[in-house]
């Protein structure tokens, strides 16, 4: 387990809700660490994903009488506080107090399960239209990736690289300038307001124009955007599963108030697209953790964002997914 002092005490999205409605028990791996999500009735738990008797994956288990977990393995049953309560192989024998899984803080929003490993220091992040019914919310990803958590949401609030890597989707070739913003880093994170970007069709009326962002970052690894105009309006949310250092995954919250006639499964085909031409720019990128040292890359006037990101991220001490050179 990292002792990265911001995300040990962060909320992390692992899993939808929809799927433990599916399956109850998903194992997944979370700052270098298995663990087992299950769900309970309308209780959702997450574990350390070892069997204290042998280290056998608990997600390989099964949910009995409804609110316990059975190891695979020889069977040991656990309660919903993790104390197991019943060794097959000794069926008259009280199992001891440290026959106990260790577990951590877990809960629903947005639709995703959540889960903090230390003592959570904020709440999950806001996503403004979630609680708007006007606004269609649609889920895209996980996106699996290997590169660090910072790494994508730099990529999140970057847009120098739209005219290259999304060109005539989100960007155009004969408009690369990027006209000065303003960023600022304060409790609510770091946000870059008035951002200016050309794009060829921003409202599929085949005419071009130049679109405004807003964006925030308000946790390490979620990050906000919100296509600012006076009718359509469009805003996703990005959050990260960090799995290593290395290795993530990325969720997407759209949330839009039009096209309520676009079929859900083209809106999402067209957002996996994008991010399948971010993914293997992300993915070269190296070092693949973060550099904080505002001197380990080059950084011109258009990246305000990112040295603001970083310099918020060095700030708050973080250790995961970044390098940190002091
Ligand atoms: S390893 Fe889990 S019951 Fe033996
Ligand atoms: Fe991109």
Redesign the pocket.
């Known amino acids: 387990m990292t002792n990265d002092p911001v995300l040990l005490n962060d909320w992390h999205p692992v899993a939808t809700t929809a799927q433990l409605d599916e399956s109850p028990i998903a194992g997944i791996r979370l700052l270098d660490e298995d663990i087992v999500v299950w769900r309970a009735g309308n209780r959702i738990h997450a574990w350390r994903d070892a ?6 994956r ?1 997600s390989l288990g099964k949910v009995i009488d409804g609110n316990c977990i059975q ?6 049953v656990y309660d919903s506080a993790g104390q197991c309560i019943r ?1 097959p192989a000794m069926p008259d024998h009280i199992p001891p107090a440290r026959a106990r899984v260790k577990s951590f803080q877990a809960r629903e929003e947005y639709g995703l399960v959540w889960v903090c490993v230390g003592e959570p220091a904020n709440d999950i992040a806001p996503f403004p239209e979630w609680h708007e019914p006007e606004f269609r919310k649609l889920l895209c990803g996980p996106y699996t990736v290997q590169t660090s958590g910072p790494r994508i949401v730099e990529n999140f609030l970057d847009v120098a690289h739209f005219p290259f890597v999304h060109e005539n989707i989100l960007g155009a070739r004969q408009y690369t300038e990027i006209v000065d913003y303003k960023v600022t880093t304060d409790s609510t994170g770091v946000t870059a307001s008035n951002v200016k970007v050309y794009q060829p069709d921003p409202y599929g009326t085949g005419q071009g124009d130049t679109v405004i962002y807003t964006y925030v970052a308000p946790r390490t690894l979620t990050a906000y955007l919100l296509k600012e105009s006076e009718g359509p309006r469009f805003s996703i949310l990005l959050v990260i599963t960090p799995h290593s250092p290395v290795e993530s995954s990325a969720w997407m919250w759209m949330a839009m108030n039009y096209g309520d006639d676009l079929p859900e499964q083209d809106l999402v085909d067209w957002q996996d697209s994008i991010f399948a031409q971010d993914k293997p720019i992300v993915e070269s990128q190296r070092p693949k953790c973060l550099p904080l040292d505002p001197g380990a890359e080059l950084s011109m006037r258009p990246d305000k964002t990112a040295v603001a990101y970083r310099r918020w991220l060095r700030e708050l001490g973080m250790t995961f997914g970044v390098e940190a050179n002091d």
């Open positions: 069997c204290v008797h042998r280290g056998t608990l190891c695979p393995y020889h069977g040991w060794i």
